[in-house]
Structure formats: C-alpha cells, structure tokens
C-alpha cells in the first residue's frame, strides 16, 4: 500500500519560511518523479514544483519560482520543498504526489496523492 505522508506545514508571518518534507512507503521511490501541488479554499489545485526520480530534473511554477526548491532524498525515500519569501497569497494545503513518468514536467495526473498539510502565511 502506498503511502505519502507530508509534514512540515504551519503558520508563519510574510517573508518567513517553512520546509515541507513528504515521507513515502510502499513504491520503488527512486523509480517516480515526485511533485507538490497546493490548494487554496475555493480554489483548483495546483502545480507547484515537481522533480524527476533523479533529483536532477526540476520544474517549478511561475509563481513559486525563485522562492521554493524542491529536492529528493532518495535513500529516506523522502522529498522536500523549501519555502522561503512566504507571501500570503502562498496560503494553501500542500499536497506531495508520485508519478510512475520518471521527469514529470508541469503535469497534474500522478499516480498517488498524500492527505496534505496547512500552510497559513499572515500579512
């Protein structure tokens, strides 16, 4: 059974930063490409940065580009997404997901989702 669990979420202040981690159990980790997508309330999901099952390979959205790396720890089977430059706008449920397509690109169709964690940035 697949399982991805993400933590790492919170409340901070605009400016500010948070690291997300997303621990993964039940798949061959270094054989997916691995993404992060947020949802804001009243919103559609969205991309936000995904990495190939190399670490090589990273794409991220216009909007998060330049404030958000995403990086893989494949021995842990884990991924990350460093959020630095908070802006409230950021404000969502953060999503991690596995991909069978080994360099993902912007794609939204993943194989395995985790429930999310809260990111609140304040003004």
């Known amino acids: 059974q697949v399982q991805l669990v993400e933590s790492g979420g919170g409340l901070v202040q605009a400016g500010g930063s948070l690291r997300l981690s997303c621990a993964a159990s039940?798949?061959?980790?270094?054989?997916?490409?691995m993404g992060w997508f947020r949802q804001a309330p009243g919103k559609e999901r969205e991309f936000v940065a995904s990495?190939?099952?190399?670490?090589?390979?990273?794409f991220y959205s216009d909007s998060v580009k330049g404030r958000f790396a995403i990086s893989r720890d494949n021995p842990k089977n884990l991924v990350y997404l460093q959020m630095d430059s908070l802006k409230p706008e950021d404000t969502a449920n953060y999503y991690c997901?596995?991909?069978?397509?080994?360099?993902?690109?912007?794609?939204?169709?993943?194989?395995?989702w985790g429930q999310g964690t809260q990111v609140t940035v304040s003004s």
């Open positions: 997901a596995a991909t069978s397509i080994r360099v993902p690109g912007r794609r939204m169709d993943y194989n395995y």
């Open positions: 039940g798949l061959a980790f270094s054989n997916y490409g």
């Open positions: 990495i190939s099952w190399s670490g090589f390979n990273k």
